[in-house]
């Protein structure tokens, strides 16, 4: 993992000659501010009306007292930092209150950093059945009708937005234990129960599928890598065969960028950065847990596209071939900032900037670059990448406001959206000298992971090429040593240090051969 985040938090846009992987640039800045008027827009399922009538469930006790709970601190009306503890039972709903939305989201997001979820899972089980009397057996009906729908709420909040903690079997258990309780004598709470369950093993299952097929397609990369060594270059596909249209090809990147996206959990962004919480002596957290896989799955897409670009352009041996590649990725990418995929637009630039790409001058000087030239100034890092946030901030509009699904899009460059979550949670204690939680902290970062929830939703509009996606995903790339001996192959090294490299490439290739 530390090796993975080296990597990533090392990832901006390149100048031409650098490789994918580049030097983090300084900090920025980052101010916190309260968030409520974008608490109302936190993930939230339905309530529980729908299910059980009005009569149950009164929607004026949604916001907490301050003189409710003792170790809260408020600031201004907003709940700025508390005790681990009272926070926890701040979560937990009573017979005349639930937690507000936006608070349930936020906790259960950072709580992480201080608590396994199953721990958590476990105290609010706790909570649940000895301040509501649930193991008594003549507790009053009328009051467990009255905590039912509440606890259920929660439970299906947490279910629903955060699956991948019931991986655990010790958080179904307390999920098994808890719900029993609840719907024992009473067949409208048991098919809720059931629902939340049955919806919850669903999402669980098609995790496990889509891990699957991620690993049949790296060992598929894998076979034909293989494949292309032995293979003459005139029998070779290239992506121009396969897709001639940089609108289609476009629209299939879009389609691998928002089903990556839409398995990363959102835990994954706390998860990627956990570290062992000061207060905690003899724990460490996630240790045994599977940290971030689909997030760093998500960024081996993004470096895997951008080795694709290039080795598409290095591999042709006439130029003509090579500078008619260059401008079909140029409008490829030009499409994909039309339609809101900022990371594949950055993958590209990233593949085209490329040293083994970028030295290629005979080839470039075949190639129209104005558009490369306008696409390159929307992408710029400098200014914390001021032109690529504008835009990003025109797309998010046009989402809000869309009339169609396709106006719906927006995927961000993904590495610059993790450094800026990365340094708010490093620049802002997690906990307050007192050692209360800093919640004023996790409030930002909830907002900025709330806004990506709401872009992973998006369904892709565009119809499926199989045969595109195909190829996208396991047609084999050049490591950095093969793209740098086609390159030189296809334009001969200009210098000392180029024939260098050259002269080592060649004999480390023979030398293969020959075992």
């Known amino acids: 993992m530390a090796k993975f985040l080296a990597e990533l938090l090392g990832c901006t846009l390149p100048e031409k000659g650098a490789s994918p992987m580049f030097e983090c640039r300084s900090q920025p800045h980052i101010g916190l501010r309260h968030v409520t008027k974008q608490r109302d827009k936190m993930p939230q399922t339905s309530p529980f009306p729908a299910m059980y009538g009005s009569n149950v469930y009164n929607k004026n006790l949604y916001k907490a007292k301050e003189e409710d709970y003792e170790g809260l601190y408020y600031h201004e009306n907003n709940l700025v930092s508390g005790s681990l503890e009272a926070l926890i039972e701040h979560l937990v709903p009573t017979v005349a209150y639930y937690p507000d939305r936006t608070y349930i989201f936020t906790f259960l997001l950072s709580s992480r950093l201080f608590i396994h979820p199953y721990e958590l899972m476990s105290k609010v089980c706790h909570l649940c059945v000895d301040q509501q009397r649930l193991t008594d057996p003549q507790a009053d009906k009328a009051r467990v009708r009255k905590i039912a729908p509440k606890i259920l709420q929660l439970l299906t909040e947490w279910t629903e937005t ?12 307390s999920l098994k234990e808890l719900t029993h309780r609840l719907s024992t004598g009473d067949e409208l709470y048991r098919k809720a129960v059931q629902q939340m369950t049955q919806t919850l093993i669903r999402k669980l299952t098609t995790l496990s599928q889509y891990e699957e097929a991620l690993a049949k397609i790296n060992s598929s990369v894998t076979d034909r890598l293989t ?250 790339v050049f490591s950095e040593d093969a793209l740098y001996l086609a390159s030189y192959e296809s334009e001969g090294p200009e210098n000392n240090m180029e024939k260098d490299r050259w002269k080592s490439l060649s004999l480390l290739t023979r030398t293969i051969h020959t075992i």
């Open 162 to 173: 955060f699956p991948y903690d019931f991986r655990d079997e010790r958080m179904m258990k």
């Open 227 to 476: 494949v292309l060594k032995t293979k003459p270059q005139s029998i070779q596909r290239d992506i121009l065969t396969i897709c001639s249209d940089p609108f289609t090809l476009a629209q299939q990147l879009t389609h691998i960028e928002l089903e990556r996206l839409s398995y990363i959990g959102p835990e994954e962004f706390i998860q990627a950065f956990v570290q062992k919480d000061p207060l905690d002596n003899d724990k460490r957290c996630f240790s045994d847990h599977k940290k971030a896989s689909n997030l760093e799955a998500y960024v081996e897409w993004f470096n895997r596209l951008s080795y694709l670009v290039a080795t598409e352009i290095c591999m042709p041996v006439k130029k003509k071939h090579r500078a008619r590649v260059i401008e079909f990725f140029i409008d490829v990418a030009r499409e994909c900032f039309n339609i809101g995929n900022f990371n594949s637009l950055m993958a590209i630039i990233t593949g085209m900037n490329m040293s083994p790409v970028s030295r290629l001058k005979k080839t470039w000087g075949k190639v129209k670059t104005a558009k490369f030239d306008i696409l390159e100034h929307q992408m710029d890092p400098s200014s914390n990448f001021y032109n690529y946030r504008t835009a990003l901030r025109g797309a998010t509009q046009r989402s809000i406001t869309a009339h169609s699904s396709r106006e719906k899009i927006v995927i961000p460059f993904f590495s610059l959206l993790i450094k800026d979550i990365y340094f708010l949670n490093e620049g802002c204690a997690n906990r307050l000298p007192n050692g209360h939680v800093n919640l004023e902290k996790f409030w930002e970062l909830a907002k900025q992971v709330m806004e990506f929830m709401t872009w992973k939703k998006v369904e892709c509009p565009f119809d499926r090429d199989r045969k595109i996606l195909q190829y996208l995903l396991t047609a084999p």
